[in-house]
């Protein structure tokens, strides 16, 4: 550890800087991705015409192109150094997966050409038969295809080994079910398209684009030194510490949040951004966060399939650009327990160039019709669904964020500001018929007053918070990928605009209203029957909790309690309605989830038990006996000694080693049902892993510094 903290001062960086006179920015940005631009100069102009149709509707390929197009990818990226191909994919683990081919073939005589033909383009076959897939392929017909997602672009990778080709594919067994997270995202985006164009249509509008999905990501993340990493087999194992005292100095000064960014760290910022540019990763934001040692980094919006990839992109390379910079780049919710977590809060909306957000408020009274109704379709939707929407979050490391002491809660409510939480309130109070007579808010009709709100007003404590032209989910872990949250909200959501679709044409034809007040009338109906899960208060309270309860809102505060809500029946008729997911997908995504929580839990259990066993007892033990040493010499001197110290150590030391015991014991036992493992884990194990940690941290006060081996929490999050 001492060797640990000299070696940090030995640390230096070779950041080039970022300097944007003598790289534009328009060469730079997008110059590693086979864009728009490239296939214009490099297809010929029928096929670029075509894949441009495809793209853009989201129609099928001409398979007729496909050649053309792969050569022209081909060329481009030779052109460019690179020496291989790779489909890339998000299986169900929640990481990138990439299988390396290389262009060239031998061309029987002796040589070799570089070959990459149309069907290796669209489809292969990475024989990636580990990865998760709970139950849908058994290994005798472990076939899963990778098939090109050509929505989104190919682009090079480079590092110092070496340029590769990176095309962007959807993960499927043979029999067509979706083994990744692209898939059913892809899915969703079809069901939130035809369900919002219908509803647009009922309110007449005809002939516009195709309603987008967009995500704006804002990802935390920690940095540490990496000989202190190193140093700390939970960090580097498990990504988080299981063990660490208190530090002196923690967040409580709020010092660090956009605070200067030190210097090393400024340098690993410009050169990710770098790197994220040339893959055309619009990167925006950066700043300190909360914590000591936190950080954000948030590119611009974009469609919600770009936005995962370029997510996914975003993890990747901060992760290897750190290691340039001697970091470790922690993705982990929660790396240090008394101080922040890290989240990714997924800024969602719908819409296209032509409606701009359709959660935009808008200016004139039709504009504000149709605003309030899209956000009643999501009171609906998180009313409804707020089981599943906690579900999409669920993973062991997110439970040390939700549901802990610590934002957002378990809670799944939806916060609109005092305005908008006001002007529902009036729909739902009035009385359409006499609404004329009593001066209220009739929707569509009267003008309301001009929103959005102040941004400033905005809630931090609610998990899904209206922000002006968007909602924010703040649910999300640092960790995880964005596909699971967004392919459910897009589901909810569609499952509620298709509802007031049908509720729309009920009231104008059954009951002869005209739309105005159809509108209002459905509005009100929605308010009426959701509108508790609507919360404008302060979420992390303890009243919250119970007035929630009594609202009939869930809390799941752990992992084992949320997930039985991905295959509920009301899960499973909701997917299946919108064809994002089959009952055997989620059947089997619960599977696999539960056992990756099983899985994880046990890791840190053993790791635990060992850093417990061969490093924290072994510099307690010495000390200890420096100590007994030391008394029984001054006691042999006639001089008193000082037993404080030796009595707490010697009390911590026998406790650290009877919760080891416990915890060894409780390990040995299973349960052969999965579920019920995952709760005794959660339950029973957990809460004694805990009281290890007290000990240990216990000790880490007592015990002489020069014998303590693993690096501290100040050292960790404050030497930079
Ligand atoms: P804050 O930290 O105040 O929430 P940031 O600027 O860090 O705000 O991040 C906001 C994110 O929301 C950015 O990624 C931004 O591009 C995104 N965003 C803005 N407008 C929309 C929208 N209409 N739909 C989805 N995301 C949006
Ligand atoms: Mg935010």
């Known amino acids: 550890r001492l060797k640990a903290i000299s070696a940090v001062n030995n640390t230096t960086s070779t950041s080039k800087p970022l300097n944007f006179i003598e790289e534009k920015p328009t060469e730079l940005f997008g110059c590693n991705v086979f864009n728009d631009k490239v296939m214009q100069e490099h297809l010929p102009k029928a096929v670029y015409k075509s894949l441009k149709r495809t793209i853009e509707n989201g129609e099928q390929m001409d398979p007729s192109i496909a050649d053309a197009v792969a050569s022209a990818m081909k060329e481009w990226a030779l052109s460019r150094g690179a020496t291989h191909y790779t489909h890339v994919f998000y299986p169900l683990t929640g990481l990138t997966a990439e299988k390396h081919d290389s262009f060239l073939e031998p061309d029987g005589r002796g040589g070799a050409i570089a070959q990459?033909?149309?069907?290796?383009?669209?489809?292969?076959?990475?024989?990636?038969?580990?990865?998760?897939?709970?139950?849908?392929?058994?290994?005798?017909?472990?076939?899963?295809?990778?098939?090109?997602?050509?929505?989104?672009?190919?682009?090079?990778?480079?590092?110092?080994?070496?340029?590769?080709?990176?095309?962007?594919?959807?993960?499927?067994?043979?029999?067509?079910?979706?083994?990744?997270?692209?898939?059913?995202?892809?899915?969703?985006?079809?069901?939130?398209?035809?369900?919002?164009?219908?509803?647009?249509?009922?309110?007449?509008?005809?002939?516009?684009?195709?309603?987008?999905?967009?995500?704006?990501?804002?990802?935390?993340?920690?940095?540490?030194?990496?000989?202190?990493?190193?140093?700390?087999?939970?960090?580097?194992?498990?990504?988080?510490?299981?063990?660490?005292?208190?530090?002196?100095?923690?967040?409580?000064?709020?010092?660090?949040?956009?605070?200067?960014?030190?210097?090393?760290?400024?340098?690993?910022?410009?050169?990710?951004?770098?790197?994220?540019?040339?893959?055309?990763?619009?990167?925006?934001?950066?700043?300190?966060?909360?914590?000591?040692?936190?950080?954000?980094?948030?590119?611009?919006?974009?469609?919600?399939?770009?936005?995962?990839?370029?997510?996914?992109?975003?993890?990747?390379?901060?992760?290897?650009?750190?290691?340039?910079?001697?970091?470790?780049?922690?993705?982990?919710?929660?790396?240090?327990?008394?101080?922040?977590?890290?989240?990714?809060?997924?800024?969602?909306?719908?819409?296209?160039?032509?409606?701009?957000?359709?959660?935009?408020?808008?200016?004139?009274?039709?504009?504000?019709?149709?605003?309030?109704?899209?956000?009643?379709?999501?009171?609906?939707?998180?009313?409804?669904?707020?089981?599943?929407?906690?579900?999409?979050?669920?993973?062991?490391?997110?439970?040390?964020?939700?549901?802990?002491?610590?934002?957002?809660?378990?809670?799944?409510?939806?916060?609109?500001?005092?305005?908008?939480?006001?002007?529902?309130?009036?729909?739902?109070?009035?009385?359409?018929?006499?609404?004329?007579?009593?001066?209220?808010?009739?929707?569509?009709?009267?003008?309301?007053?001009?929103?959005?709100?102040?941004?400033?007003?905005?809630?931090?404590?609610?998990?899904?918070?209206?922000?002006?032209?968007?909602?924010?989910?703040?649910?999300?872990?640092?960790?995880?990928?964005?596909?699971g949250a967004q392919l459910v909200l897009n589901t909810m959501l569609s499952d509620s605009l298709k509802y007031i679709s049908d509720r729309l044409e009920a009231l104008m034809t059954s009951e002869n209203c005209e739309l105005n007040d159809a509108v209002t009338k459905v509005i009100q109906e929605i308010v009426k029957k959701h509108g508790n899960a609507v919360f404008n208060g302060d979420g992390y309270s303890e009243e919250w909790a119970k007035e929630a309860e009594e609202r009939g809102l869930a809390n799941l505060r752990t992992t084992p309690e949320a997930l039985p809500a991905l295959n509920s029946e009301s899960s499973v008729t909701l997917f299946e309605e919108f064809g994002v997911l089959s009952k055997r997908e989620l059947d089997s995504r619960t599977s696999i989830f539960f056992e990756q929580y099983i899985n994880t839990i046990q890791t840190e259990i053993e790791l635990a038990i060992k850093m417990a066993r061969t490093s924290i007892l072994p510099a307690a033990v010495r000390y200890q006996t420096e100590l007994a040493k030391n008394c029984l010499n001054m006691k042999e001197l006639g001089l008193g000694c000082i037993q404080g110290p030796l009595t707490k150590l010697t009390e911590n030391l026998n406790g650290l080693e009877s919760a080891a015991d416990e915890l060894e014991a409780m390990l040995a036992k299973g349960h052969s049902d999965e579920q019920e493992h995952a709760r005794f884990l959660c339950n029973e194990v957990l809460p004694v892993m805990l009281e290890l940690r007290e000990y240990a941290d216990k000790l880490e006060d007592v015990v002489a510094d020069d014998l303590w081996p693993l690096p501290t929490y100040q050292e960790m999050l404050f030497i930079k």
């Not at 936190?294 to 992109?313: C, G, K, T, V």
């Not at 109704?373 to 999501?378: N, Q, S, V």
């Not at 707020?386 to 062991?396: H, K, Q, W």
């Not at 007003?457 to 960790?479: I, L, M, Q, W, Y």
Request: glycine residues 8%; proline residues 5%; contains cysteine.
């Open 116 to 483: 990459f033909s149309g069907s290796t383009l669209i489809q292969g076959e990475p024989d990636a038969s580990s990865f998760p897939n709970g139950g849908l392929r058994t290994t005798f017909e472990a076939r899963g295809y990778t098939a090109w997602d050509l929505t989104n672009p190919a682009y090079l990778l480079e590092n110092d080994n070496g340029v590769f080709l990176c095309i962007p594919t959807a993960f499927v067994a043979w029999t067509g079910e979706a083994l990744d997270k692209k898939t059913p995202l892809l899915r969703s985006n079809q069901a939130v398209h035809t369900q919002a164009s219908r509803l647009l249509k009922l309110l007449g509008h005809n002939n516009f684009d195709r309603i987008q999905n967009y995500a704006g990501v804002e990802q935390e993340y920690f940095l540490v030194d990496r000989n202190f990493y190193f140093a700390r087999p939970d960090l580097y194992l498990s990504g988080r510490t299981l063990f660490g005292a208190k530090p002196a100095k923690g967040q409580e000064q709020d010092d660090h949040y956009f605070g200067t960014i030190p210097k090393r760290v400024l340098a690993f910022m410009i050169e990710a951004e770098r790197e994220l540019y040339k893959l055309g990763v619009p990167v925006k934001t950066r700043h300190n966060e909360v914590a000591p040692g936190q950080y954000e980094i948030a590119p611009m919006f974009e469609n919600s399939n770009l936005a995962n990839d370029h997510n996914q992109m975003i993890m990747s390379v901060m992760k290897s650009v750190a290691k340039r910079y001697g970091m470790a780049c922690l993705m982990h919710e929660k790396p240090f327990a008394g101080i922040n977590g890290s989240g990714k809060h997924l800024n969602y909306s719908i819409g296209n160039g032509q409606f701009g957000s359709l959660f935009d408020p808008g200016e004139t009274p039709h504009e504000n019709a149709q605003f309030l109704l899209f956000c009643a379709a999501m009171i609906r939707a998180v009313h409804k669904h707020g089981e599943l929407l906690r579900c999409s979050v669920a993973c062991a490391s997110n439970d040390h964020r939700l549901g802990a002491n610590e934002a957002p809660p378990a809670i799944m409510s939806i916060y609109l500001g005092q305005q908008l939480a006001e002007i529902f309130e009036q729909i739902k109070k009035g009385d359409v018929a006499t609404s004329k007579a009593k001066g209220i808010l009739r929707v569509g009709v009267d003008t309301l007053p001009p929103l959005p709100m102040d941004a400033g007003d905005r809630n931090r404590t609610s998990p899904f918070a209206f922000t002006g032209n968007r909602f924010e989910f703040r649910a999300v872990g640092s960790s995880q990928s964005i596909a």
